[in-house]
């Protein structure tokens, strides 16, 4: 993981990159958090209904109080903006109610961060549009992952599902397939969805979708060639965890030791 965030392009000397397991302030601030937030709240939130939709009411705690350490890892550091996909909106709200209620029984202290979405807000499966692209999902060709080789990305655009009609159109609510094969083809290459939409004038779907694997390719090659590179010299991954974790507790510490005092644990 640290190798492929190196590799995509997070430089360690402007950013601090870490193990949150290694900084457990997180864990003390998500505890004093979520003595703040009520079982209903938690119970509506999306992810918790879709995942225990799918394990069959078998979801564990862990499971259903993520969203509030997700709400610490962003206030302990005191964060203003937060980048997010679509999905994580409503943790994001979560996160920022959270903020609002601690500062109103304690007086102001968080920031009450806001979300940073881009053009892509989210990237959906493969296999079925109306759901998000996961790498924890089971169907294989339904997620495309930055070290899958060359032929496994043309498999999976081949077998990407679409529709009967052979011309490349955008229209997510009625097209939701094709118009999701559209917005991967326009982030990887950087242009709109509608410069893309006019460059494949002609194609059919079929071949459309071996021309959005092709640039798929092309746009994750260099990175794939960097993760192992990166991965050969291990020494130099866990140096960068070391001195990110060292940084964040740094910055973590005074924070969760205020937060301490605030709610009189101290």
């Known amino acids: 993981m640290t190798a492929a965030l190196l590799a995509?392009?997070?430089?360690?000397?402007?950013?601090?990159?870490?193990?949150?397991?290694?900084?457990?302030?997180?864990?003390?601030?998500?505890?004093?958090?979520?003595?703040?937030?009520?079982?209903?709240?938690?119970?509506h939130l999306h992810q918790w209904k879709a995942k225990t939709a799918q394990q069959?009411?078998?979801?564990?705690?862990?499971?259903?109080?993520?969203?509030v350490l997700q709400a610490a890892d962003i206030l302990l550091y005191k964060s203003t903006h937060v980048p997010v996909g679509e999905d994580q909106v409503q943790h994001m709200e979560l996160a920022q109610d959270l903020a609002q209620g601690f500062n109103k029984k304690y007086g102001e202290f968080f920031p009450v961060p806001k979300s940073i979405l881009t053009s892509m807000k989210k990237v959906k499966s493969l296999r079925d549009p109306s759901a998000k692209m996961s790498k924890?999902?089971?169907d294989k060709l339904a997620t495309v992952r930055i070290t899958d080789s060359p032929e496994e990305i043309v498999q999976k655009f081949r077998k990407a599902v679409t529709d009967c009609t052979s011309q490349v159109t955008y229209d997510p609510a009625g097209r939701a397939g094709v118009s999701n094969v559209v917005a991967i083809h326009a982030a990887v290459t950087g242009l709109s969805v509608e410069e893309v939409v006019r460059r494949s004038a002609g194609l059919d779907t079929a071949r459309y979708k071996l021309v959005v694997a092709d640039a798929v390719i092309e746009k994750f090659a260099p990175v794939k060639s960097e993760i192992e590179?990166?991965?050969?010299?291990?020494g130099h991954l866990e140096k960068v965890l070391q001195v990110g974790s060292a940084k964040a507790r740094e910055l973590?510490?005074?924070?969760?030791?205020?937060?301490?005092?605030?709610?009189?644990?101290?």
């Open 229 to 234: 590179k990166l991965k050969m010299d291990k």
């Open 8 to 43: 995509c392009g997070i430089n360690p000397e402007k950013s601090i990159l870490f193990q949150q397991s290694q900084v457990p302030e997180h864990t003390q601030l998500s505890w004093i958090l979520s003595c703040m937030v009520r079982l209903p709240r938690l119970q």
């Open 56 to 67: 069959k009411h078998d979801g564990t705690v862990g499971l259903l109080t993520y969203p």
């Open 252 to 266: 973590a510490y005074p924070v969760c030791q205020e937060v301490k005092k605030l709610v009189g644990f101290l």
């Open 136 to 138: 924890s999902d089971p």
